[in-house]
């Protein structure tokens, strides 16, 4: 995994999925890769990219909610273009499901929670706050 930071958006494989899958279907892809990690066996591991997928959907309904952009990074302009279905209100729910999916178990979750630094961990918790 190619990341610069613990941010929703400091990694290569949430970028590429904006590029490739939000950028082209907006709210469709949202709902996606969050019903994808909801949805999923409790026993299926969720590798990084899955996982990074899910995180940068519920940041953007996150944004959709709250307001707070600050979090986008470089996608805000991504995220404009496609705000308005992202207000649907089954998506909070899916979202933080989702979420907490990829808390529970994904090789993401493994990687971030090795170390000591418990960067990434608080900013989970911050977006999972967002999402209620």
Known sequence: ???????????????????????????AAVESALRYAAESAEDLYLDIDEASAVIAAAEFVAAAKDGDLSKL??????????????TSPHLLPLARR????????S????????????SWLNEMTNLLARLR
């Open 73 to 86: 990074g470089t996608t805000q302009n991504d995220f404009a273009t496609h705000r308005q279905s992202l």
């Open 1 to 27: 995994m190619g990341a610069w930071g613990h941010g929703s958006f400091e990694n290569d494989s949430a970028l590429d999925w904006v590029e490739n899958a939000f950028k082209p279907a907006g709210a």
């Open 98 to 105: 989702a979420l907490q999916r990829v808390l529970r178990k």
């Open 107 to 118: 090789e993401l979750q493994e990687l971030w929670t090795e170390g000591q630094d418990k």
